[in-house]
């Protein structure tokens, strides 16, 4: 786990703070957890109600306060809802929040709601050529993955026509989601091949990939 800044905390976690083990009850003593072993996994295990969510969301409150960034995964939602009203009460405090206060919210916190449709669903766009980069190193790299993936039927055909798909839906500003109705539908394909203006991919969907037959294309 990283640090969030040079003035996050590296003091352990206190996984029940005062509860009494090995029936010495004289001497409570602090159940603790180090960072060190939290970073070799944690695997809580119970029965339903026996406090698993509340041990993790006392484990996430820890990192808040300590300034440790943590990502959650919770396909219920309702340990989320949990953490995300602890870190508005610490956040903004009591009351009712300012429009500048939530604000500065957006720096340190994150929501991904797939289900809530107000916001549109999380993507990721692979062909998104970012600052200092190329189409090619871009491409290169998926290539590389698929390759890696499928050596065996990913063939020097199948990788000529993914590498100018590719090429000529990242230079257009689409996604590989594009690529099907690319190769599959004619008349879509002329329309991407006019907008391109690279010489050598118009040369290539025209000539090349023209001249294959449709099966040819799907195989």
């Known amino acids: 786990m990283a640090n969030v800044g ?30 060190d072993h939290r970073l070799r996994h944690v695997y809580a295990v119970g029965s339903t109600g026996s406090g698993k ?51 500065k919210l957006g720096d340190k916190l994150v929501v991904l709601q797939p289900d809530d449709q107000r916001f549109g669903a999380p993507s990721l766009n692979l062909l998104e050529i970012g600052p200092g980069q190329v189409a090619y190193q871009i491409v290169d790299a998926i290539i590389g993955v698929i390759r890696e993936i499928w050596p065996e039927t990913f063939g020097p055909r199948l990788e000529d026509v993914c590498r100018h798909s590719l090429l000529l839906l990242s230079e257009l500003g689409l996604t590989a989601l594009e690529m099907l109705p690319l190769l599959s539908c004619d008349a879509f394909r002329a329309a991407l091949v006019a907008r391109s203006r690279n010489p050598d991919l118009r040369l290539y969907f025209t000539e090349h990939l023209g001249g294959l037959r449709p099966a040819e294309i799907k195989t």
Do not use: M
């Not at 029940?16 to 960072?35: E, F, K, M």
């Open 53 to 103: 969510s509340r041990c993790v969301r006392r484990l996430i409150l820890q990192d808040v306060v300590t300034n440790r960034g943590f990502t959650l995964i919770d396909p219920h939602g309702d340990l989320s809802r949990e953490v995300l009203a602890s870190i508005a009460e610490l956040a903004l405090g009591p009351g009712k929040a300012t429009c500048v206060e939530t604000g």
């Open 6 to 35: 040079w003035w996050a905390s590296n003091t352990p976690l206190y996984l029940a703070d005062g509860y009494r083990y090995r029936s010495n009850w004289r001497r409570q003593q602090p159940v603790r957890l180090s960072t």
